[in-house]
């Protein structure tokens, strides 16, 4: 699909970014035409510095009137049909042309400008579209940046942990702020320390760790259905990693299956989950 079929954002079109174009649009045009005087008007009129800002005020309220009604009609028909990328061109090429028009007969016929009609014109479209395209496009950078970060203040503030994809579980710390997401498959265990848990996992090659500000209970609860075992006070393992449960001199452990020797200690308190969990391995199994 070329770009010119592809639809707009939705936020160019929304109130909000209407009432945001008009303000900012009209407060630049103040400022421009007052300090780079793009319509000649000291030029034509032989206006002080009053006369120009008198001047230049009425050309931008009269800009801010004809952005109004194309925004209003904008959203009106953005309603029934979503604009691509060439219907928003053309309607912002007609917006700069009216403007332009209404611009130059209220100096033709207000101001008695002594040239034609055809010649402000012509010359009112090309300061409009230099006025108006620079505001136009940072309005747009503006509001797509705001977009874009609203939609990942969402993503990172849901209170409800969503699995990104079938195989892959989102660890939030204790406001519940997405922190990281990562394979199911490549956990290996999960450690608590303090006020923080540590999730050991593989990458590559290598056993990576990442630390959250959340507690190993409330972890436990969520993740006991995907395989994961209480251990220890402080250790949660994905048993599917687990090998062999053993006795040595630091008592029961639990050999996973990992490529650097790994092993984690079992206490007497959850030696009875560990045991049914071999069971029922061995069952499932068979």
């Known amino acids: 699909?070329?770009?010119?079929?592809?639809?707009?954002?939705?936020?160019?079109?929304?109130?909000?970014?209407?009432?945001?174009?008009?303000?900012?649009?009209?407060?630049?045009?103040?400022?421009?035409?007052?300090?780079?005087?793009?319509?000649?008007?000291?030029?034509?009129?032989?206006?002080?510095?009053?006369?120009?800002?008198?001047?230049s005020s009425l050309a931008t309220?009269?800009?801010?009137?004809?952005?109004?009604?194309?925004?209003?009609?904008?959203?009106?028909?953005?309603?029934?049909?979503?604009?691509?990328?060439?219907?928003?061109s053309v309607w912002i090429f007609i917006e700069i042309s009216s403007?332009?028009?209404?611009?130059?007969?209220?100096?033709?016929y207000f101001m008695d400008d002594v040239r034609t009609v055809l010649e402000i014109i012509k010359?009112?479209?090309?300061?409009?579209?230099?006025?108006?395209?620079?505001?136009?496009?940072?309005i747009w950078l503006y509001f797509s940046y705001r977009e874009k970060t609203r939609q990942l203040e969402k993503i990172s503030e849901s209170k409800t942990p969503i699995m990104t994809s079938e195989k892959m579980f989102p660890f939030y710390d204790e406001k519940g702020k997405l922190k990281f997401s990562v394979l199911i498959d490549d956990i290996i265990y999960?450690?608590?320390?303090?006020?923080?848990?540590?999730?050991?996992?593989?990458?590559?090659?290598?056993?990576?760790?990442?630390?959250?500000?959340?507690t190993l209970k409330n972890l436990e609860s969520k993740m006991d259905?995907?395989?994961?075992?209480?251990?220890?006070r402080s250790y949660l393992v994905n048993f599917n990693k687990v090998k062999i449960l053993k006795r040595s001199k630091e008592g029961l452990q639990l050999e996973l299956n990992t490529e650097s020797q790994?092993?984690?200690?079992?206490?007497?308190?959850?030696?009875t989950n560990i045991i049914e969990s071999f069971s029922e391995f061995t069952i499932s199994e068979k």
């Open 1 to 55: 699909m070329l770009i010119w079929e592809k639809k707009i954002p939705l936020f160019l079109v929304k109130k909000e970014s209407i009432v945001g174009t008009t303000i900012f649009t009209g407060l630049f045009a103040l400022a421009f035409i007052n300090i780079y005087s793009p319509f000649e008007l000291e030029k034509w009129y032989h206006t002080n510095k009053i006369q120009l800002f008198a001047y």
């Open 61 to 88: 309220l009269t800009g801010m009137a004809v952005i109004v009604i194309s925004r209003v009609l904008m959203f009106s028909f953005s309603k029934r049909y979503h604009l691509t990328y060439l219907q928003f």
């Open 99 to 108: 403007m332009a028009v209404v611009y130059s007969i209220f100096v033709k």
């Open 123 to 138: 010359v009112s479209i090309k300061n409009t579209a230099l006025v108006l395209l620079m505001p136009y496009s940072a």
């Open 190 to 214: 999960l450690e608590a320390s303090d006020n923080y848990v540590s999730i050991f996992y593989t990458s590559g090659n290598k056993i990576s760790k990442y630390m959250v500000r959340n």
């Open 225 to 232: 259905k995907l395989g994961f075992i209480r251990c220890h």
């Open 262 to 271: 790994l092993t984690l200690p079992v206490s007497k308190t959850y030696l």
